[in-house]
């Protein structure tokens, strides 16, 4: 019987996952496995998750716009999904569909996979941006031992929600304004929005008040290079950039489906950033 996995988004061309999994059933040659994209329209997505199985297929990943509405429509959750009240992969179990998010292992993941030797309990870590990235970054940080986690976002309001929403116990909200002290003292500084992304406006801020062993990572990675790592680069930063969190994301989802804990190799990084490059 062939193990069908699909990721569900709208749009979904966009996705790498199919890339990313295929290139894993063939390495690791798993016997009648298949990974596809669908394309859901919000309207239909609850009804298509839940219908999974009759589908015929064994598991899925979740991606924009539909990962709240994937926590919705299963009654079975991890502890990081409950949390975040966002589902980006979901697994058969023996009690049925269960919803996970692995976004935030991924993010950690990225960062000791390339920044060696880094521990989020170093010191304070500045998240610019509240969304649902930051969400699953901030939680991780804090799980990780973070023992401050400062939000500087557009939209105060948001990074207040976000800060109560997740009961982050040392958290700090700062205006767009005030991103200097937030910067002071930091030993960790992601940027969680959209800014930098080709076409988009870089992230402003001034880097200066930064200490100059801070890491600096971005979840944006086309292009791989932000502005905001490319000047943190040259002011004398560590920079990790956001592919590998793509990458890293990925594996709880496959080892739970085919049973076998995939490498996030160079190779694979080439094979994305190639797919990448023709678009
Ligand atoms: P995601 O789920 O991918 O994190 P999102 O929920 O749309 O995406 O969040 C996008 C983040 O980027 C938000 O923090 C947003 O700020 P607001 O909460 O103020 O909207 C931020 N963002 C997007 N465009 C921005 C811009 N031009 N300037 C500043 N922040 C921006």
Redesign the pocket.
């Known amino acids: 019987m062939t193990r069908k996995v699909c990721v569900i988004g709208w749009p979904v061309t966009h996705s790498r996952s199919p890339l990313i999994h295929n290139h894993w059933i063939a390495e690791y040659r798993i016997p009648d496995a298949r990974y596809e994209p669908m394309a859901v329209k919000p309207e239909d997505a609850a009804a298509t998750i839940r219908d999974l199985p009759k589908l015929g297929f064994v598991g899925a990943n979740v991606t924009v716009p539909h990962k709240e509405t994937a926590f919705a429509a299963l009654d079975r959750h991890d502890a990081v999904a409950r949390r975040l009240k966002a589902v980006n992969t979901i697994v058969t179990t023996a009690k049925g569909l269960e919803g996970r998010n692995t976004d935030g292992y991924g993010f950690i993941a990225n960062l000791k996979d390339r920044a060696a030797g880094w521990k989020a309990s170093r010191g304070p870590a500045v998240l610019l941006?509240?969304?649902?990235?930051?969400r699953a970054i901030a939680a991780a940080l804090e799980d990780e031992g973070a023992p401050e986690i400062r939000i500087v976002?557009?939209?105060p309001a948001?990074a207040e929600a976000l800060a109560a929403d997740l009961g982050l116990k040392a958290a700090r909200i700062f205006a767009e304004t005030d991103v200097a002290s937030a910067l002071d003292g930091a030993a960790l500084l992601v940027n969680?929005?959209?800014?930098g992304m080709k076409g988009e406006?870089d992230v402003d801020l001034d880097l200066a008040p930064l200490p100059k062993d801070a890491l600096v990572s971005d979840i944006v990675y086309t292009p791989l290079e932000t502005g905001l790592l490319c000047r943190a680069r040259e002011a004398g930063h560590e920079i990790v950039d956001g592919l590998g969190m793509l990458l890293h994301q990925a594996v709880p989802g496959f080892e739970a489906w085919f049973g076998v804990r995939p490498e996030v190799t160079e190779q694979l990084r080439k094979l994305v950033l190639a797919d990448i490059a023709k678009h």
Do not use: P
Not at 129 to 134: E, F, R, T
Not at 192 to 195: E, F, I, K, P
């Open positions: 941006g509240a969304g649902g990235a930051a976002n557009r939209t948001r969680t929005t959209t800014l406006s």
